[in-house]
T-cell receptor, first 112, second 116 residues
């Protein structure tokens, strides 16, 4: 699976949009971009995933650049409960039984 | 629907003692994973089960770690004897048929082990 690079930490004001970047310059054509988050003392939680097109669900939006070498997770109106570590993962669907390889992630701190 | 259930949530033991963690996956999920998460790092896969078969245990330290998934449902991860470096959070996750198309894994809250 391709390696990802994320900033180790970010701050965001409550109510503002949180934009979390991820670089995956070696991504292959059949690799998807996944985002998970881990709130303190909990297990990771799936947020969203995409291949080429931008995706949106009730939790977030995922913007993937045209060359697919980077992506941005957007939390449109961050709340204090969005404070967590956010993991960007790229992988092939069905590869190794859906195994996820986590990096260090971005620690997002939402401040009042 | 109940999520992935793990126990115990916390365990403190002295080095060289044995310890076991239990996981009950989401009903109907045939794939079960054990991850280990050291402080400040992302989770690392230890072992993956497809039903009752361990299909990927390359990262499991087999000299002291063992795991089983009898009947392809619940799973137990054991450490014997525990070392100081085993202090970590042990996470269990499961995925089912839907996970094979979305890649979604469902994680439990984890078992935090402290070895003194």
């Amino acid at each position: 699976d391709a390696k990802t690079t994320q900033p180790p930490s970010m701050d965001c004001a409550e109510g503002r949009a949180a934009n979390l970047p991820c670089n995956h310059s070696t991504i292959s054509g059949n690799e998807y971009v996944y985002w998970y988050r881990q709130i303190h003392s909990q297990g990771p939680q799936y947020i969203i995933h995409g291949l080429k097109n931008n995706e949106t669900n009730e939790m977030a939006s995922l913007i993937i650049t045209e060359d697919r070498k980077s992506s941005t997770l957007i939390l449109p109106h961050a709340t204090l409960r969005d404070t967590a570590v956010y993991y960007c993962i790229v992988r092939v669907l069905g590869n190794a039984g859906n195994m996820l390889t986590f990096g260090g992630g971005t620690r997002l701190m939402v401040k009042p | 629907e109940a999520g992935v259930v793990q126990s115990p949530r916390y365990k403190i033991i002295e080095k060289k003692q044995p310890v076991a963690f239990w996981c009950n996956p989401i009903s109907g999920h045939n794939t079960l994973y054990w991850y280990r998460q050291n402080l400040g790092q992302g989770p690392e896969l230890l072992i993956r089960y497809e039903n009752e078969e361990a299909v990927d245990d390359s990262q499991l330290p087999k000299d002291r770690f063992s795991a089983e998934r009898l009947k392809g449902v619940d799973s137990t991860l054991k450490i014997q004897p525990a070392e100081l470096g085993d202090s970590a959070v042990y996470l269990c996750a499961s995925s089912g048929t839907s996970g094979s198309t979305t890649g979604e894994l469902f994680f439990g809250e984890g078992s935090r082990l402290t070895v003194l």
